[in-house]
């Protein structure tokens, strides 16, 4: 495997690391990985590193990167209003890999605020094939509420029972609390992580335009999105009648953290991006690789 740094975009402004397999050519398809929230290109406690490591191994290309004026990266020459400069930086993403590589299939890896971008530029690009969501846009439905108080009575049935206790006085502060409603009289949006979470019937589209050409996606939730996402049917429950759920993989993890914190979790989570990456975008020959340090 060869790391290589490199600057790339229409004034080089970005900046990113290639990790290339011994041998190109193996694989059609390559990865790209970017920022989560703040944290620059080698992801929450390095996992895109590890990741991108594992990938190369099984013959994977990829590129992680900084957006604009994130990280390693400089602002962008002409300014742009944000969610455009994203889908811009990301389009450089693949235009450099396209012809570092060959490749013209991408798949793009997101954690958070990282996996509601690489959702955006998949509407707008077809190169885009396949996208990993760690903790995205998520749907509570009826059940969600109560499979939450569940699981976190089965955890600590004592500091459930004290948190259940104060519930009155919490509620009676979030009630005082609540934002004003729009101008308009409509509730006003929800607010996750800085992002507006987007209206369930769009967010359903974005994944049906997707699927619609081919593309694979593969979500996952973690612990850290209990209040959102709380039981491993939830997706389907929500989304089960639409024609896209049957091929979407979405696991629930609730006992890994949202930032990958401990290495059970990293390698966990790598391994199910390969063993998924594997199977939907070519087979795997793993007997003659070795497994990154």
């Known amino acids: 495997m060869n790391e290589i740094a490199v600057s790339f975009g229409p004034a080089k402004h970005l900046s990113g690391t290639l990790a290339l397999p011994d041998e190109l050519g193996q694989r059609d398809v390559g990865f790209l990985m970017l920022n989560a929230g703040v944290i620059h290109r080698i992801g929450p406690h390095r996992f895109n590193v590890k990741l991108a490591r594992q990938l190369a191994s099984q013959g994977w290309p990829s590129l992680r990167f900084d957006l604009a004026g994130q990280g390693d990266s400089d602002n962008a020459p002409q300014a742009q209003p944000f969610e455009r400069q994203i889908v811009a930086d990301l389009r450089a993403a693949m235009d450099h890999l396209e012809r570092t590589t060959g490749l013209k299939r991408f798949v793009i890896a997101g954690i958070c605020s990282g996996a509601h971008r690489g959702l955006a530029v998949a509407q707008e690009d077809e190169r885009v ?122 696991d629930f993890l609730p006992d890994i953290d949202h930032t990958l914190s401990t290495l059970s979790a990293q390698r966990r989570v790598i391994d199910a991006i390969a063993g998924w990456a594997g199977e939907v975008f070519g087979a795997q020959d793993t007997t003659s690789k070795q497994k990154p340090a």
């Open 129 to 250: 094939v396949g996208l990993w969501m760690l903790d995205g846009y998520a749907y509570p439905g009826r059940r969600s509420r109560l499979e939450r108080y569940l699981l976190q009575w089965r955890r600590d049935p004592a500091a459930t029972l004290r948190a259940w206790a104060a519930w009155p006085l919490r509620s009676l502060a979030a009630r005082l609390s609540r934002p004003a409603p729009a101008v308009d009289g409509g509730e006003p949006l929800e607010i996750d992580y800085g992002q507006s979470t987007p209206p369930l019937e769009d967010f359903a589209a974005m994944l049906d335009t997707l699927d619609r050409r081919g593309g694979r996606m593969f979500l996952m939730h973690s612990g850290g999105m209990l209040w959102r996402y709380s039981y491993a049917k939830q997706f389907h429950d929500v989304f089960g009648d639409r024609p896209f759920a049957a091929r979407v993989r979405c």
